[in-house]
Structure formats: structure tokens, C-alpha cells
């Protein structure tokens, strides 16, 4: 397959596999040739496909996981007040779900929750999130998925007399943990042995849990119940699931949403989610029930996600996850509105830093606004941030493209930003209104200076090439085995050669056509349409679709040449 740039502006490489190594899996495994090529391409074997409790690591081998436990016993036998307060993403909830548990099974203490207001502390361990746990006679602040880089919060707590546990994943290499923390949970610090850097915080926290937890006659149940939590939030966190660990924490939390029973809230959550109990996959996981979790913190109050999820009563939690289902819905509008607005503003010619910026009034919601800028990276292949002006201060989510860190993109411009912070794919941040245009400027200059446009040229890994009439039920199977996938173990990625045949639109957004008797799927490709005059080869991803007792192969397309 040649290494030339797609009709979507992207680099298309094969991956390398063995020939007499593929041969060898097919025997062995009995999969289909084409299945064995992508399991040797991605260098797996048996022993990948047996996740298991095995997987599972030691928690004390974690740095401060010691000094955390302790800290939490003395808390349980003095009877203090402790105050969970984690992020609002689906990461966070699933974290404070899991601790407040398994703290409730200790019991002794007193137990509460803040799960900070998006639109009024934004991302973090608040002043406000710390002043209103002093006043509430807090002695114990335990955080998960933040606080790793709050140090002048953790510092205010502790001069207010609160001891803080900090539970994170979120450090940048090079940076140091609180100081003024009783104890930092967080694999990716310097000094940690834990050999698991890739722990989501809902992973942390369940390494956490499983330390309290250790003595306890009922733990094993009580921890099979806790890795559905951690499978939702490791999955809907896009963290490596190439780790055995992490395989692990989502293979077994899928057996068990796929066993039941479940208690009411989450039942209900499962219902309204579509989730069918028997054939829950890591991306049910992350289409349909992380979406509606998230839902809650985009849109209104993700302390609605902890309440449901430990709802017991069934009609309550129905009308609970009614309430999520339909802030999803109204996510979704808000999403499709902006993305087609963002993309009428993007300049021409494209620059190598996409801002695009407008008010809330024009539909730029802050709740939406990391979602659209994925959205639109996809289309451009640029690193997006997409900014919400409110007055004299914007709020911006950045998505950005393999080779541009994000947040070491907004460290080049800090003294720009009142904050930010993130990852290397996403990133948030606030700034002056007045300085967007400033801004925009710098971040096309930090591209230039580390790789130009050769930075922008986005790859994307294939494992296989076939033709139509390969693409069977038999190898959609087995592809399964590679479950659960997500970042770092994605689906299989095709192409297929042919043709496109019987072009027709869908619902105006959507294409589908056929690769000799392959049916052929292109969603929101309606406007790119032409594309496919002239194309020999299309890259995607082979499934089943399921309609009316029938399950015929599909294909889902996400790019073509």
C-alpha cells in the first residue's frame, strides 16, 4: 500500500506483520487469515486475549497508597467528617462512586460530596470547593481525578486545618505533586514503582478501595461491583487500554455489567443507555452510557450522575436516568448546531492552529465546547480549540493532532492564560477576550517551531487490506477477540478495495454505497460526497448490523483514497 496522503489529508500506514507469524496465529487460534494479520501486526498473543484477576497489581505497591490508608483509619476511628470532591466528567463520578463505597462499608466516619460546578469553579480543586468544606467542619478532603496540580488549593485547605488525600492521574512529566498533601495517589509521579502509569483516577480510586477493602469478608463481591464503575470510567477517560492492568479493570467490569444483577440507579442508567445486559461492549460503554454521565457535568449538575447511581428505589433511579437521557439529547443539539457554525468560521487558507471563538448567545456553549473541537480537529486535521467569550473573559477547549501537545502548547502561552491545564490531546483554558486574537497568533507560532506542517499531516495506522468479499461474519468474530478496545488497542482498522457502488444520501448528513455486495456506511459525510468519485480504497472499521433478526456485515468508513 503506498504511503500517500488520503482524500482526507491523511497519512495512511500499514503495519508491518510476519508473514509466517500470521500463518502460525491462524493455525493456532483458528481465526480468519485477515484477523490473524491484524493480531500480528499488532504484536499480540494468547496471553493478550486472556485478561483476567491475575492482571489485577498489588495497590501498596503505589506511592502514598500507605500513608492514604492510614490517614483514612485514623479519620474512620475518630469519627472525623470526610468530603470527597472529584471532577464532573464520567472519570470523576465513577471515582467518587467507588470511594464513597467503600468508605461507607468502613464506616465511621461521616461521609460527603461536592462534585464542583463547571461553569463556577471550572476544572480543579476550587478555593470555593476547600472554604465551603472548612465551614462545614470537614477534617478530611480526599479528591480524585484533580488536585495533582491544585498546590495553592491543597495549600489553602491545609492552612484551614483539612488534610487532603489527593487521588490522580493528570501530571505532566517534570512536575511535582502537592506538597502540603497528607498523601498523593498518583502511579505517574516521580518515585511511584507502581509499573501501571496509565491508571485512570476511577482506577486509582478502585486501587484505593481495594487496599481499605482488605480484610473485609465481602470484598471480593463488593469489588466486582466497583470494576463496573471502574470499566465505564477507564473507558469513557480514553486512558491506554494496551496495559494488562487497565484490559484487565474493563474486562472483568464488562463481565460483570454483562452478569447483573444491578442495583437500581445503575439498571436504570442501562435501560435508558439502550444497554442490552449480555452484550455490553467497552463501546457501549463509550458511546452510550459514558455520553449520558457526562451529560449531566456538560449541561447542568453531574452530582445527578452520583445521586442516581446510588438510588435504590427503581422508580426514583427511572426518572433519575430519564432526566440524564434527556440532557444528552439536549447535548447533542447544542453539539451539531455549534459543529456547523465552527466550521463556517474556520479561515482560509486553514492555519495550523484552528481558533475559533464566539458567545454563548451565538450557541457557544462552555459545556459542549471540548466535544465540538473534537469534532472539527477531525475534519481539518488541526489542532481546534473552540472558545466561549463571556464579556471580558472566553473559556476554550483545545483537541489537538498526534504530534502537537496540547498543554505544552498552552504552556508556551501562559502568561497569556489566567489557567489551563490537560493533557497531551486535550487541554482547557481562560483567558482575556481582548488577547483571542494575541493568542491565536503564539499557538500558530508553537506548531511551526515543533514541526511545522509535517506535524499536521495526521496518521493512521491500518492493520490489514482486504477485499469486499473477505469482510464476513466470520472475521467481524473474530475480531472481537481484541475487546475491549479503546486508545492504545483501537478496533481493527481495514481498508478495502473496490469500487464505490449505489451511492445514496441519508437522512442529508449521512452516505452509504457498497464495495461489491459490502454494505458501506459514511457517517456525517453527506457534504464530502464527491470524495468518493474515483476512489479504489476505502479505511474503516468492519461491524455488524443488526436489523430485524438479521446480522449482515457493514463497513464503517472514515476515510478513502
Not at 93 to 117: K, M, N, Q, V
Not at 129 to 152: F, K, N, P, S, Y
Not at 219 to 229: I, P
Not at 280 to 287: F, S
Request: hydrophobic fraction near 45%; charge should be negative; include cysteine.
Amino acid at each position: 500500500m503506498e504511503a500517500r496522503e488520503s482524500r482526507g489529508g491523511r497519512r495512511w500506514i500499514l503495519r508491518e506483520a510476519d508473514p509466517a507469524r500470521v500463518a502460525a496465529l491462524a493455525s493456532r487460534l483458528g481465526v480468519h487469515p485477515a484477523a490473524a494479520r491484524v493480531f500480528a501486526a499488532r504484536g499480540v498473543d494468547e496471553a493478550f486475549f486472556r485478561a483476567g484477576p491475575g492482571d489485577l497489581l498489588d495497590p501498596n505497591q503505589i506511592l502514598g497508597l500507605d500513608r492514604a490508608v492510614a490517614r483514612l483509619e485514623q479519620a474512620r476511628t475518630r469519627g472525623e467528617s470526610i468530603r470527597l470532591v472529584t471532577d464532573y466528567d464520567v472519570d470523576g463520578t465513577t471515582s467518587c462512586l467507588i470511594l464513597h463505597a467503600a468508605l461507607d462499608r468502613l464506616g465511621g466516619a461521616r461521609i460527603s460530596y461536592h462534585i464542583p460546578d463547571r461553569f463556577k469553579e471550572g476544572y480543579g480543586l476550587s478555593r470555593l470547593a476547600v472554604e465551603r468544606a472548612a465551614a462545614d467542619g470537614v477534617q478530611l478532603l480526599v479528591t480524585a481525578d484533580i488536585g495533582v496540580r491544585d498546590h495553592a488549593s491543597v495549600s489553602l485547605a491545609k492552612s484551614l486545618g483539612l488534610d487532603v488525600i489527593v487521588c490522580d492521574h493528570h501530571l505532566p512529566a517534570g512536575e511535582s505533586v502537592p506538597m502540603d498533601a497528607v498523601a498523593v495517589i498518583c502511579p505517574p509521579q516521580p518515585g511511584c514503582p507502581y509499573p501501571n502509569k496509565a491508571l485512570a483516577a476511577c482506577g486509582v480510586s478502585f486501587k484505593l478501595a481495594t487496599a481499605l477493602l482488605a480484610n473485609d469478608p465481602r470484598r471480593d463481591e463488593l469489588l466486582d461491583s466497583m470494576l463496573k464503575l471502574a470499566a465505564i470510567g477507564t473507558v469513557a477517560d480514553v486512558v491506554d487500554l494496551a496495559t494488562p492492568e487497565n484490559r484487565a479493570i474493563v474486562t472483568l467490569g464488562l463481565r460483570a455489567l454483562n452478569r447483573g444483577p444491578h442495583g437500581a440507579g445503575l439498571a436504570a442508567l442501562l435501560s435508558v443507555s439502550g444497554a442490552v445486559v449480555g452484550e455490553i461492549t467497552a463501546e457501549t460503554l463509550g458511546w452510550r452510557i459514558g455520553p449520558r454521565i457526562n451529560a449531566a457535568g456538560r449541561i447542568d449538575d453531574a452530582g445527578a450522575v452520583v445521586r442516581l447511581l446510588r438510588e435504590r428505589e427503581p422508580a426514583a433511579a427511572l426518572s433519575q436516568a430519564a432526566r440524564l437521557d434527556e440532557l444528552n439529547r439536549e447535548r447533542q443539539d447544542l453539539q451539531e448546531r455549534l459543529v456547523d457554525l465552527v466550521l463556517t468560521r474556520v479561515p482560509e487558507p486553514l492555519p495550523a492552529f484552528v481558533v475559533v471563538s464566539g458567545t454563548e448567545e451565538e450557541g457557544f456553549h462552555k459545556g459542549v465546547v471540548g466535544i465540538v473541537a473534537a469534532k472539527v480537529r477531525e475534519r481539518v486535521n488541526r489542532p481546534v480549540a473552540v472558545v466561549s467569550v463571556m464579556g471580558e473573559t472566553a473559556t476554550g477547549s483545545v483537541r489537538s493532532v498526534p504530534h502537537v501537545h496540547a498543554t505544552r502548547a498552552l504552556d508556551s502561552v501562559a502568561a497569556m492564560l489566567h489557567r489551563h491545564g490537560g493533557h497531551a490531546a486535550a487541554a482547557g483554558f481562560t483567558v482575556s477576550t481582548s488577547r483571542l486574537e494575541e493568542l491565536t497568533t503564539a499557538l500558530c507560532h508553537f506548531v511551526a517551531a515543533h514541526g511545522g506542517d509535517d506535524a499536521l499531516i495526521a496518521e493512521e495506522w491500518v492493520d490489514a487490506v482486504v477485499n469486499p468479499d473477505e469482510v464476513d461474519a466470520r472475521l467481524i468474530h473474530d475480531l472481537v477477540r481484541l475487546e475491549p478496545t479503546g486508545k492504545g488497542n483501537e478496533s481493527a482498522r481495514l481498508v478495502v478495495r473496490g469500487t464505490p457502488t449505489e451511492v445514496a444520501t441519508m437522512k442529508d448528513r449521512h452516505v452509504r454505497f457498497r464495495l461489491g455486495r459490502l454494505r458501506c456506511v459514511w457517517w456525517n459525510g453527506a457534504d464530502r460526497i464527491d470524495w468518493l468519485q474515483g476512489a479504489t480504497e476505502v479505511l474503516g472499521k468492519a461491524s455488524l448490523n443488526v436489523y430485524n433478526g438479521r446480522a449482515d456485515p457493514q463497513f464503517i468508513v472514515d476515510d478513502l483514497r
